[in-house]
């Protein structure tokens, strides 16, 4: 087997046998799809977090941004906008833990996502397919990429920044970031907030308003 680039980060490790009653994900990554302007940011974050020697390349990363062509955005009303690919952590057990051969998959007893054991794992890719969203990912060596919520403190969540006030001028839109981690019902709430009324203002006018240049700059 390719020697294994990437590590797992959990709180310990919880085996279940079959039939047992496993508990759902408490808190899961939720994503306002309509604001991501495509930085990446996240997937550099996630690559630095779980790659032992350090490695800087979203291609290690396990979440993804990926294009919506000819679909109007907050971000890009032309018709052109970006999705947040993520593990929805689904109802335990998940798909591409039921399909693995060698169970695989184990537990964080903390957040309770399942995690791939890289020693167990034969990387058949059985998985892969097996995920109704397509984010179980392949990395260049072989190795099975599986969002394990960094222990319950992704690392995505705290890279994503929040969208910037001359994104769309004139439009009033949620000030937030693109990334969650939290329980449904609180992800819900955040989603009926209503945007933020702020003017747009450009640098020039900002420093007009204060007095830091005069109109003759």
Known sequence: MTAQTQKELANGALWFQPGEDIPNVPKKLFALQNLCTDCKICEVACSLIHAPDGE??????????EPLPQVATRVNKDG????????????????CAQVCPTDAFY???????AIIDQNKCIQCMECVPACPFDTVYVAPTGEVL??????????????????PDKLN???????????????????????????????????MEA??????VSSAA
């Not at 052109?80 to 798909?95: E, L, Q, R, S, T």
């Not at 537990?107 to 996502?113: K, M, W």
């Not at 937030?176 to 702020?198: D, H």
Request: aromatic share 10%; hydrophobic share 40%.
């Open 56 to 65: 800087l390349n979203p291609v290690w990363a396990r979440l993804r941004i």
């Open 80 to 95: 052109f906008g970006f999705m947040v690919a993520i593990c929805h952590h689904c109802a335990n057990p998940p798909p």
């Open 107 to 113: 537990y964080d007893p903390v957040t309770y996502a």
């Open 146 to 163: 599986k969002c394990d919520l960094c222990g319950g403190d992704p690392a995505c969540v705290k890279a994503c920044a929040t969208r």
């Open 169 to 203: 001028m004139g439009k009033q839109y949620p000030r937030l970031p693109v990334l969650f981690y939290e329980e449904k019902a609180a992800f819900s709430a955040i989603l009926r907030r209503s945007p933020e009324a702020k003017d747009e203002v450009g640098l």
């Open 207 to 212: 420093l007009l308003k204060q007095g830091k």
